[in-house]
């Protein structure tokens, strides 16, 4: 659900093509562009499961400052993808709890 | 659904009933609250639920708005991996 | 019957009521729609805003000191070019030529959503409430660079709809 | 540890301002931002500003955005992005983060212009993905140009859910209402009228029971309240929407002023918690100003003046401005400032910023 044409801000312009890995699939996205907003262009709305309750969780306040939307990029927990940009070959897994959905936590 | 069952705290999915609960036990300001129930402990440090918290807190004890203040703000202000102070120039308090 | 018409203004339902419009000083009188093109400013409140005042160069709009005053509209100075209408930041000015035909008018109107009709379409005139209410074909669509992606449409509608229709109704996208 | 005259937190409207107002006067001044982009909350101001010519009125707050930066980059600002102020020490020395490093940075003046975060409202399904800020949806829309969802239920009738409501139809969503729990709309009654022509009801005196959803929102259902904010029996009406966007209210980002030991007071008006400060933008820490929404809620146009304010004030007393030149360029921004604080919308404000300069012992 991209915004290709805009009545005040004309048309998109947008870094170049690449591709990331979401959960094992590939996402197409645009070179610096926020991770969540790739997601969330390619039909992604749950990025993780909490801790407590296994509830499923997005992108809350986009500024990253709630850490709703944290994931596992490259291996690594906790990333607000909200702000982090995306980058070729990113890797990509919806975390479950405080890391990926193995470890019991 | 029942109010008690609703999360206040998303990160630390703190529910009202246990805000409640702890203001039972006597707590009365946004720090005690903070460190009996975790709420505003998480990632976000607060930023999402503070003001959740503060009227609970409010309503609850029936103190006026004005004598319940936020919870002492200590840094970092935003996430930081562990060992990045330790990447800086020299270590800061 | 005082608070009944209290709960019906701009400020509970988003909408000017008739008596809102009648009592500011930029809604022209009735009488005064048979000159041929004006402007029908539709601005209620005491925001603090002017730039209309300065946009109209006629000088038949006034804010003056404070600028939390309405815009007094003079009928007289006013030759309904429509320069203020993509300006006016709350999009409350419009334009009304009800001498376009002895059966039609036209209403002019900002509108910045897209697509953008075409001359010649014909869409539903929409009025301040958002309910379609008649057709009305499109006369012009002006965008020229200083309206600043504001379009100004202009439509034809029944003599009878022209202090009705606002805008049109939306197309898909 | 390096030093500096000035440090300005935060480049959004009010941060901008102050910086190119104080560099102009001949500071040296660091502008700080943990954003990738200055601009603050400019950039997703596509929206024409009201006001009179010298607030730029009719101008859209992007290309406001876009001119404050190149008069910080002609005025010779230094701009530190995606570097984060984490912690405020000791004479006026702020620690601050960059890719994961760490350094100090000592400033004579500090201006903290660190903006608000959007408030919250707690109801079952609050958590369900599709439930975001209204500032978020417009985040995503107007800078990063992807839709949130198809369709949208707005809570707030203030200006931010009129105006973002109205931003989600420019962007090609459909917006199915907008709900406020007060009995009036409390935002412009023209952006109001702007989203009514264009189809979206608003409901006064209602307020949002619950979200409903298995992964993420589906449903949403709604119902009026009491005076006491008690929903009505039989007023419930369900609406099938995909996200749901809360728009109400902000609260000053004050962690850094109260780190800094500021001294605070709480006025409900302009958004709960306020540092106090005088007519200088001067908190009761000598050094250290604020200006924009963390001095209290307002609008683009009274921060941007503010930040002009606090700029000349921290300027005149690291001595880069005389003291008459000085005050003849606050006079311009007081008038201007006054000039936005009259009339139904702004007299709650005035009267907000007299109880702060009562409480600094200067009213």
């Given amino acids: 659900m ?21 959960d094992g699939s590939p996402v197409e996205a645009f070179e610096g562009e926020p991770i969540a907003v790739a997601l969330m262009a390619s039909g992604h709305r749950v990025f993780r499961y909490t801790t407590k309750q296994k509830g499923p969780r997005g992108v809350f306040c986009a500024l990253g400052r709630c850490t709703d939307c944290i994931m596992i990029v490259d291996g690594q927990a906790n ?13 990509i897994e919806k975390q479950f709890g405080r890391g990926p959905r193995e470890e019991k936590g | 659904m029942k109010v008690d069952d609703l999360i206040i705290c998303r990160c630390e999915e703190v529910t009202e009933g ?13 720090s005690e609250v903070k460190w009996l129930t975790r709420a505003g402990m998480g990632l976000c440090q607060g930023k999402t639920c503070g003001r959740l918290v503060m009227s609970i807190l409010v309503r609850e004890t029936n103190q006026p708005p004005d004598e319940v203040k936020p919870p002492t703000f200590r840094p970092p202000t935003r996430v930081m991996a562990l060992g990045a102070l330790a990447n800086g120039e020299k270590e800061t308090e | 019957m005082k608070k009944a018409r209290a709960r019906e203004g701009i400020r509970t339902t988003g909408i000017p009521s008739k008596e809102e419009l009648e009592a500011s000083p930029g809604y022209p009188k009735s009488d005064c729609l048979a000159r041929g093109p004006i402007v029908v400013i539709e601005c209620v409140q005491d925001i603090p805003c002017n730039p209309c005042e300065g946009a109209c160069p006629s000088g038949a709009i006034k804010v003056g000191n404070p600028i939390t005053n309405l815009p007094v509209f003079d009928v007289e100075k006013c030759d309904g070019c429509g320069t203020c209408i993509p300006i006016c930041p709350g999009q409350a000015i419009f334009r009304v030529d009800m001498t376009y035909q002895t059966d039609e008018a036209t209403v002019s109107f900002p509108y910045e959503f897209l697509p953008l009709p075409k001359k010649g379409d014909v869409v539903q005139g929409i009025d301040r409430a958002g309910g379609a209410v008649c057709e009305a074909e499109v006369l012009r669509v002006q965008q020229p660079k200083g309206f600043d992606h504001t379009a100004v449409i202009t439509v034809i509608v029944p003599k009878n709809m022209a202090m009705e229709v606002r805008s049109i109704k939306r197309a898909k996208r | 540890m390096k030093n500096t005259d000035m440090v300005v937190v935060g480049g959004g409207a009010a941060g901008m301002a102050a910086s190119i107002e104080a560099a ?4 040296e001044v660091v502008l700080i931002d943990e954003n990738e982009r200055p601009g603050g909350q400019l950039f997703k101001q596509i929206h024409k500003f009201f006001g009179s010519e010298v607030h730029r009125a009719g101008i859209r707050g992007i290309h406001i955005g876009r001119d404050l930066l190149k008069e910080a980059e002609e005025a010779g600002v230094q701009v530190r992005l995606n570097t984060v102020v984490y912690g405020f020490f000791p004479d006026k020395c702020l620690g601050l983060m960059c890719n994961q490093h760490t350094e100090e940075l000592q400033a004579k003046m500090i201006i903290l212009a660190t903006g608000a975060s959007e408030n919250v409202l707690a109801f079952p399904g609050w958590t369900l993905p599709g439930v975001m800020g209204a500032g978020a949806a417009q985040t995503l829309i107007n800078i990063h140009r992807v839709l949130p969802g198809r369709s949208v239920l707005m809570v707030g009738a203030g200006n931010v859910g009129l105006i ?19 009995p009036t709309i409390s935002g412009y009654g023209v952006h109001a009228s702007k989203i009514r022509r264009a189809g979206v009801p608003i409901f006064t005196g209602h307020t949002i029971l619950r979200a409903e959803g298995k992964e993420s929102v589906e449903r949403v259902v709604i119902a009026a309240v009491d005076k006491s904010w008690q929903p009505l029996a039989g007023t419930e009406k369900a609406f099938e929407v995909d ?5 109400v209210g902000l609260s000053p980002l004050a962690e850094l002023a109260w780190m800094a030991g500021c001294q605070f007071i709480y006025i409900p008006e302009i958004g709960g918690w306020v540092p106090v400060h005088d ?6 820490v000598p050094g250290i100003y604020v200006a924009g929404d963390l001095a209290g809620i307002e609008e683009a146009s009274t921060a941007m003046e503010e930040g002009r304010l606090a700029g000349l004030a921290a300027a005149e007393a690291l001595g880069c401005l005389s003291s008459k030149d000085g005050r003849a360029r606050k006079a311009e921004v007081w008038e201007r400032l006054a000039a936005l604080r009259i009339g139904s919308f702004g007299h709650g404000r005035a009267l907000a910023m007299e109880k702060i300069l009562r409480a600094k012992g200067v009213g």
């Fill in chain 4, 24 to 27: 102009c006067a001949g500071a």
């Fill in chain 2, 18 to 30: 246990e805000i409640k609960e702890a203001i039972r036990l006597g707590l009365t300001t946004m």
């Fill in chain 1, 79 to 91: 990333v607000r993808t909200c702000v982090t940009p995306a980058r070729d070959g990113m890797v």
């Fill in chain 4, 243 to 247: 996200t749901v966007c809360l728009a």
């Fill in chain 4, 164 to 182: 973002v409501s109205y931003q989600l139809l420019q962007a090609g969503a459909e917006v199915v209402a907008v709900v406020e729990g007060l």
């Fill in chain 4, 279 to 284: 007519e200088n933008m001067e908190t009761s």
């Fill in chain 1, 2 to 22: 991209r915004i290709d044409d805009h009545p005040i801000l004309g048309k998109a312009e947008r870094g170049r093509s690449i591709t990331l890995t979401v």
